[in-house]
């Protein structure tokens, strides 16, 4: 049953809540609800904190604490925790405009353009971080795990140190601020990174259902990485939709043990917007023509009966639209979802609580499952999705990936792309056009942006061809794949390097 929240806040009120040892559990009040998100952050110190902020996107985002937070007059100098920086005048993009932040921990930050414009004017300090390191330091910390290796950004400018993450304020466009390099370490031939934990002093939490003990259930791709915020924060408050009492969420129902909540309260502010509605238009999919859709038909041929797949957005999410006749794969968002199906039919079908990495609306296939970020990545990180698709700035002869920064120019991110291309075992197909607008060459010797992934690459389609990458030795590329009307010379004008030619040479398919 729906709980009254009067009702509720009044034990929390008559058993005082105190945050003390652990081992004193005659101060652990009755109900860990509170009336409002003002009530929740009275006796937390916000000034210099670093906050863990659950949400991906714009999807489970804690929208009342954070709004609270934005107006609470003490919280200054944050650093702030969350694997996206959300959109201008919303959600983290609050506490932007309010100048309540300092530093940023996230993945991409690429929808937030007053962000983009204070961090090169030097007023806000960026740590930009890959996703499935985000989840698993937050998860690590709340384990307590000081540290651990991951393949995660080995041999990329994130492991060697230099990215920006603060500007001289004076418009020269030098770097006030840049990243260090990282400790690493060989494993059975595989370079790992060192990531310590992320320990936070305040978590802040969106879920779905919360009893009063602070139990917690979370709805669909919501879930993304609150319960690793929640896990990782000394303090955690928990905003909810729904709340009853304690022993109405089943034991094996509930996602978040109320061990590691300290209040909660019902979400005030709940207007879960949604950042990118996509409906089904009925088109027909053999429509799309030209390069674009010449690389999403060919890369469609990478998918096996019984494969786990990650499509990365834009040209790698279409291409799920060709999926040959006979063939069934399971496609994964690392935002949380295994399963992903069509998207809704209508805004009526759409759902905020089901986003894809790309903050799309889409919709769950009959066997889905949901799980939060660190889980998410581990199965990525482990080996257990079987290709990943996605696209790229450059590719280089070795392999290598250029995906996620153009240098004092745009400032995005990496996402989840550094976990997905260092994946052990998996394999990594990257669709691109083969030349950039202004038609300089994308596949060269050597990259010239900043690294995604090294020696990672098994196979680049681009809309003149397809090349293998032998990314372990010192082979090259091959040029296995031409398309329709295009010469191996014009091929070679447009690649900057060299390539061998397969003996049998077949074409792409016609349009």
Not at 54 to 68: A, D
Not at 191 to 212: F, M, N, P, Q
Not at 293 to 305: L, Q
Not at 442 to 450: A, F, G, N, T
Request: hydrophobic share 40%; glycine share 12%.
């Amino acid at each position: 049953m729906l709980v009254s929240v009067r009702a509720l806040t009044g034990l929390t009120r008559a058993s005082s809540f105190c945050f003390v040892s652990r081992r004193s559990l005659a101060t652990r009040p009755l109900s860990k609800v509170v009336g409002s998100a003002k009530e929740a952050l009275q006796g937390v110190d916000l000034s210099g904190a670093t906050i863990a902020a659950g949400g991906f996107g714009l999807g489970g985002i804690p929208e009342t604490l954070l709004n609270e937070i934005s107006r609470t007059e003490s919280a200054k100098d944050l650093t702030i925790v969350s694997l996206t920086a959300g959109v201008d005048g919303f959600g983290i993009g609050r506490l932007l405009e309010a100048n309540k932040v300092k530093r940023l921990i996230s993945s991409y930050v690429g929808e937030n353009k007053f962000l983009e414009q204070e961090f090169f004017a030097g007023r806000l300090e960026v740590e930009l971080t890959p996703q499935g390191t985000i989840a698993e330091r937050l998860n690590a910390a709340g384990a307590g795990i000081p540290a651990f290796y991951t393949p995660t950004g080995a041999g990329t400018i994130y492991s060697k140190g230099g990215i920006p993450i603060q500007y001289v304020p004076d418009g020269s466009g030098n770097v006030a601020i840049a990243s260090e390099a990282r400790e690493t370490r060989v494993f059975d031939d595989i370079e790992y990174v060192l990531e310590h934990s992320l320990k936070a002093g305040v978590a802040i939490v969106k879920a779905y259902k919360a009893d009063t003990r602070g139990n917690l259930i979370f709805k669909g791709t919501s879930a993304n990485a609150n319960p690793d915020c929640a896990m990782a924060g000394k303090i955690c408050l928990a905003e909810v939709e729904e709340i009853v009492e304690a022993g109405e969420i089943g034991p094996d129902e509930v996602h978040l043990p109320g061990v590691y909540v300290h209040k909660v309260l019902l979400a005030a502010d709940n207007e879960k917007r949604v950042e990118r509605l996509k409906l089904q238009d009925g088109s027909q999919k053999g429509v799309i023509v030209g390069g674009r859709g010449r690389i999403m038909r060919r890369a469609a041929k990478e998918f096996e009966n019984g494969m786990y797949v990650n499509l990365g957005i834009g040209i790698p999410t279409m291409a799920s639209n060709y999926v040959p006749e006979g063939i069934q794969i399971e496609l994964q968002a690392e935002n949380g979802l295994m399963g992903i199906g069509p998207y809704p039919s209508s805004e009526l079908t759409a759902s905020p609580d089901y986003i894809n990495a790309g903050k799309e609306t889409i919709t769950p296939l009959r066997g889905a499952s949901t799980f939060s970020s660190s889980r998410s990545f581990g199965m990525i990180r482990g080996g257990h999705i079987d290709l990943t698709i996605l696209g790229g700035l450059q590719c280089s002869a070795s392999g290598d990936l250029a995906s996620w920064i153009v240098p004092g120019k745009i400032v995005k991110g990496m996402g989840g792309a550094m976990d997905l291309v260092n994946a052990i075992g998996s394999r990594v197909v990257v669709t691109m056009d083969h030349t950039a607008k202004d038609g300089s060459p994308k596949i060269r010797d050597k990259c010239s942006l900043p690294l995604t992934g090294h020696n990672v690459v098994d196979r680049i389609i681009t809309d003149m061809g397809v090349f293998d990458c032998d990314k372990k030795g010192k082979g090259g590329l091959t040029l296995v794949e031409i398309a329709p009307g295009v010469s191996v010379d014009d091929v070679r004008k447009a690649t900057a390097c060299d390539f061998k030619v397969a003996s049998s040479l077949p074409r792409m398919d016609n349009e």
